[in-house]
């Protein structure tokens, strides 16, 4: 059972790349294509109050600025406007300029695309995933709403035009979305006087990557955290991971790093809620609830489907048997996460895989000696 959820569970993955990436194709084009309001009808930020995203993600580290959500980055042409928060919870609002009622269709036609997909490979069974990928919306000023659970964003379409607010790093969950949709939407011919593109000149830039993982943490502060290491740090092929060694008493005990250097914050949002939607929908039960026989399978399970995700996957509930309801430290936001441990600081993401006999506290001190570097 386990191993035709994990299949299933990549695919859904898949068509939700699919989906997000024609949505943005679709939404660059329109915006090029027409302009609104004004002639800066194609600047994101221009829709949404300061204010409005801030009952959802506290007081705003900085203005409204856009953003380039695959460089990570503040960019003065980027298409997504982003809200962040002091704390790393944020809002991204991406503006819809042409084209929104192909884009609408597209984004609604998903789960009748992944009902097919399940049929024709014997999966009937399984009819509540497709409803993890998109709903319809409640009625609002809109023509039409689509809410994506597994992504936390809201599609909004008026006309033949509209707008996506992703609130997935955010407290404001899929009624936010939709409060924070009834202000933007009306707003789409008589936009807001701000200017997007000044404040992303102004906005902090992200912390730049290191060509060695191992280069983040002094040795010293490393053997403070865990203990002497039997060798040297050893960073692993793609150079996001540094694998800390040291003796035990049964043997050798591993401690590997992985550092996300850009949107952190998203990939630990992402990471906490994807698999957790993914296995309601297909009827799985949470972690604790697993019989013990399962749970070693589980977390093999897991581990895959994070690969082959990036690393921006996991599930809630299938954790170490240790228990932090507050992980406190010096970062932004910190979970354990699908026997992870995981946080983030200034938009970077750092997490420990544990094993059920790793040392939770010296893990904990490593997650914390990384944030204390960034």
């Known amino acids: 059972m386990l191993s035709r959820i994990m299949t299933l569970s990549v695919t859904l993955v898949v068509a939700l790349g699919a989906c997000k990436r024609s949505a943005d194709e679709q939404s660059s084009g329109g915006a090029a294509a027409a302009s609104m309001g004004a ?51 944020e809002i ?137 290491l039997s060798g040297e740090p050893e960073p692993d092929s793609s150079r996001t991971t540094c694998t800390y060694r040291t003796a035990a008493t049964d043997g050798t005990q591993e401690y590997p790093l992985d550092i996300t ?31 013990p026989e399962a749970q070693k399978e589980a977390q093999q399970m897991i581990g895959q489907i994070t690969k082959m995700s990036g690393g921006v996957l996991g599930a809630p509930g299938l954790m170490h048997p240790a228990s932090d309801s507050s992980l406190t430290g010096p970062w932004d936001a910190g979970g354990l996460v699908a026997g992870r441990l995981v946080a983030t600081k200034h938009n970077v993401m750092v997490q420990l895989p544990l094993t059920p006999t790793a040392d939770y506290d010296k893990a904990k001190a490593l997650l914390a000696a990384a944030c204390e570097q960034l």
């Open 261 to 291: 250097w850009i949107n952190g914050n998203r990939a630990l949002a992402q990471m906490k809620r994807s698999l957790g939607s993914a296995t309601t929908a297909l009827g799985m039960p949470g972690g604790p609830t697993l019989p």
């Open 39 to 89: 002639d800066r009808g194609n600047d994101p930020c221009i829709y949404l109050a300061s204010t409005e995203a801030e009952a959802y993600i506290g007081p705003l580290a900085s203005p409204p600025f856009r953003f380039d959500e695959s460089t990570g980055a503040p960019d003065a042409d980027g298409k997504h406007c982003m809200y962040r928060g002091r704390n790393g919870r």
């Open 92 to 228: 991204m609002v991406d503006v819809i300029a042409g084209g929104a009622r192909i884009e609408a269709s597209v984004t609604a036609g998903v789960p009748r695309v992944m009902g097919r997909m399940l049929k024709a490979t014997g999966h009937q069974d399984q009819e509540g995933v497709p409803a993890a990928l998109t709903q319809q919306g409640e009625p609002g000023p809109w023509d039409n709403a689509q809410w994506m659970p597994v992504i936390g964003t809201l599609q909004a379409v008026k006309g033949d035009s509209g707008v996506v607010i992703d609130v997935l790093a955010s407290n404001a969950g899929e009624q936010g979305a939709y409060a924070l949709a009834r202000e933007a939407l009306p707003r789409l011919g008589k936009p807001l006087e701000y200017d997007g593109a000044h404040a992303a000149a102004l906005a902090p830039k992200p912390r730049a990557s290191l060509a060695n993982p191992c280069d983040l943490i002094p040795r010293a502060r490393v053997e403070q955290a865990i203990g002497s």
